[in-house]
């Protein structure tokens, strides 16, 4: 599946499990929907940010509705950080509702302003190439739980970062991969200024 598809077919879930959500009467039908809402929103949040949305400033430069989608998802994962913590409060209700219409929102323009372009930039190879990695990453994000990439996204968020990449050690953290070591010690600090350039 290329990486467009893939993306739509994650949007058409999350929006499944909003409707399963509006739908659901027990407590705690919703409180389990709403984890499996929140697991897929950080991965999806994952995928875009670390990989997804770099390759389409690669692409396409920094366009107005990338800055936005990007700021956008901040602001979604603060809506999933307040409904996680309302679990069991009357506020859980119509904080999960405020999130679903944010993501609403974003997916609208994600899928009218972003996907057409990143579409007409790539072929079909590379699409699919990216899809694959997305799927990845996907499937590792799911595989843990989401309060703590959420917790380390949000402090980047409060801390005013508003780019579409990661820093270096939280990207490595989240996919993974370890930092270069130098005969089994840590990097030196000349290392770390000589990586940075
Ligand atoms: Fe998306
Ligand atoms: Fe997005």
New binding site residues.
């Given amino acids: 599946m290329n990486a467009v598809e893939l993306l739509k077919k994650q949007h058409r879930e999350v929006d499944a499990l909003v409707e399963r959500f509006e739908k659901a009467r027990r407590d705690d039908e919703k409180e389990a929907i709403f984890l499996e809402l929140a697991a897929r929103l950080v991965a999806?949040d994952a995928i875009?940010r670390e990989i997804f949305y770099p390759a389409c400033e690669r692409a396409l430069g920094k366009i107005e509705p990338l800055m936005e989608?990007i700021a956008?998802?901040g602001l979604i994962e603060f809506s999933i950080f307040r409904a996680d913590k309302a679990r069991g409060k009357h506020s859980f209700d119509y904080l999960v509702r405020v999130l679903a219409e944010m993501v609403k929102h974003?997916v609208e323009e994600?899928e009218a302003e972003v996907l057409p372009q990143i579409e007409d930039a790539m072929d079909e190879s590379r699409l699919a190439r990216l899809g694959e990695r997305l799927q990845e990453r996907f499937d590792a994000s799911m595989s843990t739980t989401f309060r703590t990439p959420l917790r380390r996204n949000l402090e980047q968020v409060i801390g005013g970062r508003t780019k579409t990449t990661p820093p270096k050690r939280a990207a490595a953290r989240a996919t993974g991969r370890k930092r270069p070591m130098r005969g089994g010690k840590r990097p030196t600090v000349r290392a770390k200024k000589k990586e940075a350039r």
Avoid: D
Wanted: net charge negative.
């Fill in positions: 999806h875009e989608g956008e998802h974003h994600e």
